[in-house]
């Protein structure tokens, strides 16, 4: 890596954070996993309701994963 990649990097990074703060103290904690494959090993699966909003989109596994 660059140092030109890890300055657009860490600019990116910086942006997406900001982004998510604004979001949270706004109020809107919206629970979008970016592949729900990641709720097999999060701790926080059993409070965060990504399970009631997906019964409303597609079934998921007992694991947390997309049913296929």
């Given at each position: 890596i660059t140092g030109a990649d890890l300055t657009q990097s860490v600019t990116t990074a910086r942006?997406?954070?900001s982004l998510i703060l604004t979001r949270v103290s706004s109020g809107d904690i919206a629970v979008e996993p970016l592949d729900q494959r990641n709720c097999s090993w999060c701790e926080y699966r059993d409070v965060c309701r990504i399970r009631e909003r997906?019964?409303?989109?597609?079934?998921?596994?007992?694991d947390g994963a997309a049913a296929e």
């Amino acid at each position: 890596i660059t140092g030109a990649d890890l300055t657009q990097s860490v600019t990116t990074a910086r942006t997406l954070i900001s982004l998510i703060l604004t979001r949270v103290s706004s109020g809107d904690i919206a629970v979008e996993p970016l592949d729900q494959r990641n709720c097999s090993w999060c701790e926080y699966r059993d409070v965060c309701r990504i399970r009631e909003r997906s019964l409303e989109e597609e079934p998921l596994t007992a694991d947390g994963a997309a049913a296929e």
